[in-house]
């Protein structure tokens, strides 16, 4: 092992999700949405795999993302889908990356430098995060032509907020704001823009008379956009969170354990040391709460998880050593804790799990 925390990357099965979910929404075209540097799995590298399947359209939500991806040899369409200031317009140009246009006075600021950035308009149908007013078909299309008359706008898209809760209201919502959506690219039909609204949801439970791609992002890295949800069969976690114990001892009954003493040995137990912590992408909130894998066997995180490193009970573990790997995400023999556990652990999402691991952590790229 040549790291003390590393992260693998298991590019084969980013490429069997990439096909399965493909065929699942065929004909439809996919985007691949590599934000966050690939939920943390590696924007380059992922973009780079990703073009050798055919993949030609890629989403970011910053402009450093986009550069980092041109920069790396990326090519096709990239789309931002946030915010750019209108002063980096002749960056924008410069890389040739489309520019999502939030709002109208957004567009007018980017039309009022003078440089044609390629823009693709948000329509707001019910997130209420960005976009123009969807819920007036008329009076958005009629926004949207004004800013094509002074912008290359080359696309419409909106988000769809509940499609990953496929059940009661959320049912009626998600078709709601399809139905606004559709409304307004049937009044902009003749402008020959692409209209995008699936996400990774979105395309797996929903469907939609417009020819425009989906956007992958979370179900491309083998994780539910809910734990409720149900994947296609074939699809697999992309990434395991590994590290190394670098110590094992013994402990009496009584001992306290890390900052804040906030764990006491019942009785005597065997302590390892594990060489990650908060700052590698181990949750604080696992402390006295998670778990890892240590030679195939879960072990329970004892103590307060630490920025660089963690302790743990290896009493069960018969054996555990000093250079044993040591698995936060991922599987080991026949246990596995998925990025969805620790999520669940972590009252949070394995979003941002995942997107949460730092750049000092290694990543290694298994074809």
């Not at 059940?167 to 009626?172: I, K, P, R, Y």
């Not at 469907?207 to 989906?214: A, C, E, F, H, I």
């Not at 998925?338 to 691991?357: D, H």
Request: charged fraction near 20%.
């Amino acid at each position: 092992m040549r790291y003390r925390t590393w992260a693998e990357v298991d590019l084969s099965a980013l490429r069997k999700n990439y096909e399965i979910y493909r065929r699942a929404v065929s004909p439809r075209p996919v985007m691949a949405v590599v934000k966050a540097d690939a939920y943390g799995h590696g924007a380059v590298p992922v973009a780079r795999e990703l073009s050798r399947l055919g993949v030609r359209s890629f989403a970011v939500a910053a402009l450093s993302e986009a550069v980092a991806l041109r920069e790396a040899g990326v090519a096709g369409e990239i789309l931002i889908l946030g915010y750019t200031p209108p002063e980096q317009a002749g960056e924008l140009a410069r890389y040739g990356v489309t520019q999502a246009v939030v709002s109208a006075a957004h567009g007018e600021a980017l039309a009022q430098t003078g440089v044609p950035v390629s823009c693709h308009v948000a329509v707001d149908t019910g997130m209420r995060r960005i976009g123009l007013d969807g819920d007036d078909p008329d009076g958005c299309a009629a926004a949207v032509r004004a800013l094509a008359a002074r912008l290359p706008v080359t696309g419409i898209f909106t988000h769809l907020c509940v499609s990953d809760t496929p059940d009661g209201d959320s049912v009626a919502f998600t078709k709601g704001q399809i139905a606004r959506f559709e409304a307004v690219a049937d009044r902009l039909s003749d402008l020959g823009l692409t209209a995008h609204v699936l996400n990774s949801a979105g395309g797996l439970f929903y469907k939609t008379r417009l020819p425009g791609p989906v956007r992958l992002g979370i179900v491309l890295y083998g994780q539910k956009p809910d734990p409720g949800n149900t994947l296609p069969a074939g699809i697999r976690p992309v990434l395991s969170l590994k590290s190394t114990v670098s110590l094992v001892k013994e402990l009496k009954a009584g001992d306290s354990v890390g900052y804040g003493r906030t764990y006491t040995a019942a009785a005597p137990l065997r302590l390892a040391t594990v060489s990650a912590g908060y700052a590698d992408g181990v949750p604080r909130l696992l402390s006295n709460n998670g778990e890892v894998l240590i030679r195939g066997r879960r072990a329970p995180i004892v103590g307060r998880v630490c920025m660089d490193q963690t302790t743990v009970d290896v009493t069960a573990v018969p054996g555990a050593a000093p250079g044993d790997p040591v698995t936060f995400i991922g599987r080991d023999g026949d246990e596995e804790i998925g990025a969805e556990e620790v999520a669940a652990r972590s009252f949070t999402i394995s979003y941002e799990i995942l997107s949460s691991i730092p750049r000092r952590v290694e990543r290694v790229y298994l074809s």
